[in-house]
């Protein structure tokens, strides 16, 4: 599976955003699908996780409440609406295809977008 993630841009703490993974090459709708990101001189983390058909979707707590993921095995396209965005969302966002399941450790995953940049400011 070949991703494409895309979205990511300059905000102000508040704002949304809605990030978009494009997926070709193998059945999408076999995966589950992870978003992750990486701030300036930090590790990956795990940001939300969705299993292959949708039905089920577990966040990082720092995150609940305020983005949503979600995948279109029709349009082969996953999605993270990120809402009330603060200056810590801040990173490089990743998507992923792996487990049937989802899963929240990056590590369980066969393939990775390039990534696409957020800015939050303050």
């Known amino acids: 599976v070949q991703l494409q993630a895309s979205g990511g841009g300059l905000a102000q703490a508040g704002d949304s955003l809605r990030l978009s993974c494009a997926a070709s090459g193998r059945t999408f709708s076999n995966y589950g699908m992870g978003w992750f990101r990486q701030a300036p001189g930090k590790d990956r983390e795990f940001v939300a996780t969705?299993?292959?058909?949708?039905?089920?979707?577990y966040y990082a707590d720092s995150v609940k409440g305020r983005f949503t993921i979600s995948k279109d095995n029709l349009k082969n396209t996953g999605s993270l609406q990120m809402n009330s965005l603060k200056p810590e969302d801040t990173g490089v966002y990743y998507c992923?295809?792996?487990?049937?399941?989802?899963?929240?450790?990056?590590?369980?995953?066969?393939?990775w977008g390039q990534g696409t940049l957020v800015t939050v400011s303050s």
């Open positions: 969705i299993s292959w058909g949708g039905g089920s979707t």
């Open positions: 992923g295809a792996g487990p049937r399941g989802g899963s929240k450790w990056s590590g369980m995953y066969d393939f």
